[in-house]
T-cell receptor
Framework: NAGVTQTPKFQVLKTGQSMTLQCAQDMNHEYMSWYRQDPGMGLRLIHYSVGAGITDQGEVPNGYNVSRSTTEDFPLRLLSAAPSQTSVYFC???????????????FGEGSRLTVL | GNSVTQMEGPVTLSEEAFLTINCTYTATGYPSLFWYVQYPGEGLQLLLKATKADDKGSNKGFEATYRKETTSFHLEKGSVQVSDSAVYFCALSANSGGSNYKLTFGKGTLLTVNP
């Protein structure tokens, strides 16, 4: 089983460039999310989606865009990269749904982004 | 808002030592509690979870008990191995209306086990 697949694994950008981090899952999960991981900060939620056509902001959404046109895919776009966006990015999915769900998050292997 | 506080690392132990990583939380409603583990170069994976007060989650020799009276979910293992070296994250999911879709993570604790 592929699970959650992220591409690319590594990327170097110059300030002001744009790029898209891809995320795909094959578990038919409704819930997908993007986190960034920085030293001493733990994981912080950027954006999430509870189904195709539905997205919402997390804790640190500025500078990032998302869309969810299919259940499987949840790309993260950086429109104008800044050095503060240097981080490791994780995509995660879950079969969450409903008020009492306590679903597990399944993570991709991460994408390490450096902005010069 | 919801928050998770876990002991700062790094934690360095010798093989077969006893491990405790403290975790306390603040949440509205009745949260579910999780421990995730991140091995070097990998994404996070669920280690164990507990969904209500007094529940004990366990997996791979690790245990944690959901203590509502002390708002804690401390991770323990009786005898650690070198292969347990990783970063451990405590997290909560709060069952309260539309905010159930977010996990709140602690900052992580790096554990290194020496042979």
């Amino acid at each position: 089983n592929a699970g959650v697949t992220q591409t690319p694994k590594f990327q170097v950008l110059k300030t002001g460039q744009s790029m898209t981090l891809q995320c795909a899952q094959d578990m038919n999960h409704e819930y997908m999310s993007w986190y960034r991981q920085d030293p001493g900060m733990g994981l912080r939620l950027i954006h999430y989606s509870v189904g195709a056509g539905i997205t919402d902001q997390g804790e640190v959404p500025n500078g990032y865009n998302v869309s969810r046109s299919t259940t499987e895919d949840f790309p993260l776009r950086l429109l104008s990269a800044a050095p503060s966006q240097t981080s490791v990015y994780f995509c995660a999915s879950s079969d969450w749904g409903g008020l009492t769900n306590t679903g597990e998050l399944f993570f991709g292997e991460g994408s390490r982004l450096t902005v010069l | 808002g919801n928050s998770v506080t876990q002991m700062e690392g790094p934690v360095t132990l010798s093989e077969e030592a006893f491990l405790t990583i403290n975790c306390t939380y603040t949440a509205t409603g009745y949260p579910s509690l999780f421990w995730y583990v991140q091995y070097p170069g990998e994404g996070l994976q669920l280690l164990l979870k507990a969904t209500k007060a007094d529940d004990k989650g366990s997996n791979k020799g690790f245990e944690a008990t959901y203590r509502k009276e002390t708002t804690s979910f401390h991770l323990e293992k009786g005898s650690v191995q070198v292969s347990d070296s990783a970063v451990y994250f405590c997290a909560l999911s709060a069952n309260s209306g539309g905010s159930n879709y977010k996990l709140t993570f602690g900052k992580g604790t790096l554990l290194t086990v020496n042979p």
